[in-house]
């Protein structure tokens, strides 16, 4: 998996770039090796918002785009949870791809299990 940190009007440390491809570790392992993330910090401006760290990760598959947006006052802390919140993504569309396939499969086999009715049927009844 090819991970891209981004710091919007923000710099972007090489611990914080270990950080991150640390923490999201664990989605890297259950994605394909085309996937690609990219993860994006910024600071908010506003001092009325006590969570002014934020970190957002969008995690591009194929045939598939799964985002994370989490805050909080520590950039560290919001990089944790927006890679927990992707990995529950991840795990949950891995779980419905595998039981689509599982569903077809079994299909199929019905399918070719089951003789052909019509082929016998069509000349009997002429």
Request: proline residues 4%.
């Amino acid at each position: 998996m090819r991970i891209e940190v981004k710091g919007r009007n923000l710099p972007v440390s090489e611990d914080l770039r270990e950080h991150v491809t640390k923490r999201f570790r664990k989605v890297s392992r259950q994605v394909s090796e085309l996937a690609e993330l990219e993860v994006e910090v910024f600071e908010e401006r506003n001092p009325a918002i006590s969570n002014s760290q934020v970190a957002e990760a969008t995690l591009h598959l194929k045939g598939v785009t799964l985002r994370a947006r989490d805050a909080s006052p520590d950039l560290v802390h919001s990089i944790n949870l927006c890679a927990d919140s992707l990995a529950v993504q991840v795990k949950r569309h891995r779980d419905k791809r595998r039981k689509r396939r599982e569903a077809r499969a079994a299909a199929l086999d019905q399918g070719e299990a089951a003789p052909p009715e019509a082929s016998g049927d069509v000349s009997s009844a002429a």
